[in-house]
Every structure is written in structure tokens, then in C-alpha cells.
């Protein structure tokens, strides 16, 4: 469902709108939550965080190129369709709205393992597309699972902002490439 939204800016915007409202009210309630800065040591613990999410990617990817062969290509081709067509525009809303959204909800409101925990499994499910690509879902658990213990780690929602707003920013980018380079069969 999350995904879906990233596709269009205006989904983008929408879906932005409504965590950060969400988050907010939540806020409201929840006594612990994270303060909302961003410094620049975030920034940089954020491209850290990025980097080894990155390179967390990459092993996922190649090991399951090499196990699952052609039924990943054709899996990983079909959730590249997803987004076929998305604008610039729609990928920076889309990034902008896992990177401020998405964090503010799933891990800036508590600094329990619990809670980051919860919110990893509960964000991955959000990110379910279909049947098919139930995989990838798997995966955006494992990312949930990452920011979460980037957030026990540093305590600074700054940095899982800036690490996921990198994130989708470079996936979305590299779809963008894929379909321009890569035409679907």
C-alpha cells in the first residue's frame, strides 16, 4: 500500500501528509517520543546508515540472483513495473515521504525495542504490493528492521530520516534507470 502511493506525487504527497498527521497526533499521546532535528552529525550518521543499508541490499539481491535465478529476475522485473512511468517529481515526494512519513510514525515515537520492532514487521506489511511479490515484502521488513536498529543505535530520528529519504530516493532512481535502459519482456 505504501509503495503504491510513492508511484504518483501527488500519492506521495498525500501519504506524506497523512503519517507526519498521523505521527503527530500520536505524539500528542505517546510521552517519549524522538525530537524532530536534524543536524548535520545526523546527516552524516544518516549516509552511514544509507551505505550499509545499501550494501544490505546488494547481498539480498545477488544472493537471491544466484538461488532463485529467473523467478527473481521475473519477480524483481515485475515489481520495477510498479513504478514504470514515475515522474521526478514523484520520486522525491515518494522519498520525502518514507524519509519524514514513514520514520516519523514507524520509529519517532518510542525509543522501545518493541515498538521498533513492531513498527519494522507492521511497516513491511504496508509495503505489500501482492501475492507475488510477497518477497519483497519479506525485504521491506528486513529495511524496517534495519532503520530500527539504526534508531537504538544512534537515538536520532534525524539519521533514519536522511538514511531512508536516500534510500527510496536511489531505488526509485534506479528503477527510473532499469525500465530506460532495461525495456520489460
Known sequence: ML???????IGGLLGLAGLSLLAFVLRQIVP????LVLSTEDVLNGLLVFSLVLLSDGTIHGLLLLTLKQPYRDRHRELAAVFRGQTIPAILCGALMAGIGEEMLFRGLDPGTGYL??????FGLLHHIRRELWLFTLWAV????LFAAAMLYFQRL???MTAHFLHDLTGFLLFRYRYSVLPPR
Not at 509503495?3 to 506525487?9: A, H, M, V
Open 3 to 9: 509503495f503504491l502511493l510513492k508511484r504518483t506525487w
Open 32 to 35: 517519549h517520543s524522538f525530537d
Open 117 to 122: 520492532l513492531g513498527g519494522a514487521v507492521v
Open 142 to 145: 528486513w529495511q524496517g528492521s
Open 158 to 160: 534525524g539519521v533514519t
